[in-house]
């Protein structure tokens, strides 16, 4: 069964309450984050709990697992990446107040008065997840395209940014 969280929830009643949220959300609903998806299928695994710490601090910990679908940039093919964030956040109402907050807490921003979507701070952190440059932890091109053998291929920006065109062709001589 597959609990959906709440499209709005108040952080600071959650914490004062000791709210804990968990549920799952799909990827499709994280529109900042789908530019950087090979595949938008799937669902993120979210587990928040709520509470005040011994100082006062309202904060927020949460537990957020998924498995994204990238794209390689060597051979732009798909790159699973599995991924999971751990994260404290701590709770304030205005920038001005971020730099009270403990070392340990990474700020989360909240005007009070507004209800906000706990599906933004899970793509934020996903967001913060990504690798710069996506890549297979293996040689993911075929040898043919480094080693060509008599027949070389040219070094055309062109050919560098599709290596589709020179496997089609490879492809096309048997
Ligand atoms: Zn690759």
């Known amino acids: 069964m597959r609990q959906q969280l709440p499209k709005e929830i108040d952080p600071f009643r959650f914490s004062h309450n000791g709210r804990e949220l968990e549920g799952?959300?799909?990827?499709?609903?994280?529109?900042?984050?789908?530019?950087?998806?090979f595949?938008?299928?799937?669902?993120?695994?979210?587990?928040?709990?709520f509470d005040i710490d011994q100082t006062?601090?309202?904060?927020?910990?949460?537990?957020?697992?998924?498995?994204?679908?990238?794209?390689?940039?060597?051979?732009?093919?798909e790159l699973l990446y599995p991924v999971e964030v751990?994260?404290?956040?701590?709770?304030?109402?205005?920038?001005?107040?971020?730099?009270r907050l403990s070392e340990q807490y990474e700020p989360w921003i909240i005007d009070e008065t507004e209800f906000?979507?706990?599906a933004d701070v899970v793509e934020d952190e996903l967001i913060l997840a990504l690798p710069l440059v996506p890549k297979h932890d293996f040689d993911c091109l075929p040898k043919e395209v480094?080693?060509?053998?008599?027949?070389?291929?040219?070094?055309?920006?062109?050919?560098?940014?599709?290596?589709?065109?020179?496997?089609?062709?490879?492809?096309?001589?048997?």
């Open 146 to 174: 480094w080693q060509s053998g008599d027949e070389e291929i040219e070094e055309t920006p062109e050919k560098q940014a599709s290596p589709f065109a020179v496997l089609s062709a490879l492809k096309s001589k048997k």
């Open 39 to 49: 595949s938008d299928s799937g669902t993120v695994k979210i587990k928040m709990r």
């Open 56 to 77: 006062g601090t309202p904060y927020m910990q949460g537990n957020f697992v998924t498995t994204l679908s990238l794209t390689c940039e060597r051979c732009m093919e």
């Open 24 to 37: 799952e959300i799909e990827l499709t609903e994280l529109s900042r984050l789908k530019p950087s998806l």
């Open 86 to 99: 751990n994260t404290l956040l701590g709770l304030v109402k205005h920038e001005r107040l971020v730099s």
């Open 116 to 118: 906000v979507n706990p």
